[in-house]
C-alpha cells in the first residue's frame, strides 16, 4: 500500500470508449483470490462487461515459490493463454511438464488437463487470458502448444521503415482460433500512423518502453507496467518516445462473426 502522504493523483481512467490502469495502481488492496490456487494472487485486469468489452477476462497472476494450483480453471469451455514476465512456472499440459521463463507463451485448448506449479526460490508473474472458445462447426479446436517469443522472428508491418513489427504466437489465416495474443514492436519514433477503429477487443499490456498512445479523443503517456482495455472500435495509435523498444502484449478477438443476439 501506498503511504498516507500520497494523493490519489494517478492517471487511471475508466470511460465509456477505454480503461487505463496504470502501474501505479496495482497494489495490495486490488488483488484477487481463486479457488483451488495455493500461495497466489492475481489483479483481474479485464472482465466481460455489458456494454462494454465481452469477449475476454486477463489477469496478472502472482505465484510465490511453492505456490500454484492443479485445478485452475473453473470453466471446461474456457482457453487460456499463459504470458510469463518475471519467474519461472512449471506448467503441466496435458501430462507433459513444460519449464516457463519470461516470454513464455502457452496457449491451453478448451477441455484441457492443466495446472501450474512455482518450484523456484523466487516470485513468479505471468497473464493469464481466460476466452471462452467460440465453436463452428466443420473447423476444429486449436491444439495447445508451449514456447518462446524468443523463438519466433517477428514480422514487420508494411511501409513501416523497420520501425514496427508484430510476434506472431500462431498465423493470422488459421481460422481454428478465435484469438489472437501477440507482442507489439516498435523503435524509437515508429508509430501506429493512423487512428484504428475496428471490431477488436483489446487487452494491452505495456512490457517495455514509453509511448504517447492515442485512446479515442486522448493522447496519453504510457510506459512499461501500464494496462489499456479497449472496447470494440474504440479509435487507437501510438508514436514510440523512449530510446528503448516500446512493446506490449496485445489481446484481440479475431476470425468470427460478430454475434447477432445480445
Known amino acids: 500500500m501506498p503511504t498516507q502522504n500520497r494523493r490519489a493523483d ?58 500454484g494450483s ?38 491451453i485448448a478448451p477441455n484441457s488437463e492443466w495446472s501450474i506449479k512455482n518450484n523456484s526460490q523466487k516470485k513468479a508473474f505471468f497473464h493469464w487470458i481466460r476466452k471462452k472458445y467460440q465453436k463452428i462447426r466443420g473447423l476444429e479446436i486449436p491444439p495447445s502448444f508451449v514456447t518462446n517469443e524468443q523463438y519466433i522472428t517477428p514480422i514487420e508491418m508494411p511501409n513501416s521503415e523497420g520501425k514496427w513489427s508484430t510476434t506472431r504466437f500462431v498465423e493470422i489465416d488459421d481460422l481454428r482460433y478465435d484469438c489472437h495474443v501477440n507482442i507489439v514492436n516498435f523503435k524509437k519514433g515508429g508509430s501506429i500512423p493512423f487512428a484504428e477503429t475496428h471490431i477488436m477487443e483489446h487487452g494491452i499490456y505495456v512490457l517495455q518502453g514509453r509511448a504517447k498512445y492515442r485512446l479515442n479523443n486522448d493522447w496519453i503517456d504510457i510506459e512499461a507496467g501500464d494496462y489499456m482495455w479497449l472496447r470494440a472500435f474504440c479509435p487507437q495509435a501510438c508514436i514510440a518516445k523512449s530510446e528503448e523498444d516500446f512493446r506490449y502484449l496485445l489481446y484481440k478477438d479475431v476470425n468470427r462473426h460478430p454475434k447477432l443476439e445480445l
Open 70 to 107: 492443479d485445478n485452475p480453471e473453473p470453466d471446461r469451455e474456457a482457453q487460456a493463454i499463459i504470458f510469463v514476465t518475471k519467474g519461472e512456472i512449471e506448467l503441466n499440459l496435458n501430462g507433459k511438464v513444460h519449464k516457463m521463463k519470461p516470454g513464455g507463451y502457452a496457449y
Open 10 to 67: 494517478d492517471k487511471a481512467i475508466f470511460n465509456q470508449a477505454y480503461v487505463l490502469i496504470p502501474k501505479s495502481a496495482f497494489s495490495d488492496i486490488v488483488t484477487s483470490y481463486f479457488p483451488f490456487w495455493q500461495k497466489s494472487r492475481g489483479w483481474v485486469l479485464a472482465r466481460p462487461l455489458s456494454g462494454f468489452a465481452e469477449s475476454f477476462a486477463q489477469y496478472i497472476m502472482e505465484v510465490d515459490s511453492g505456490g
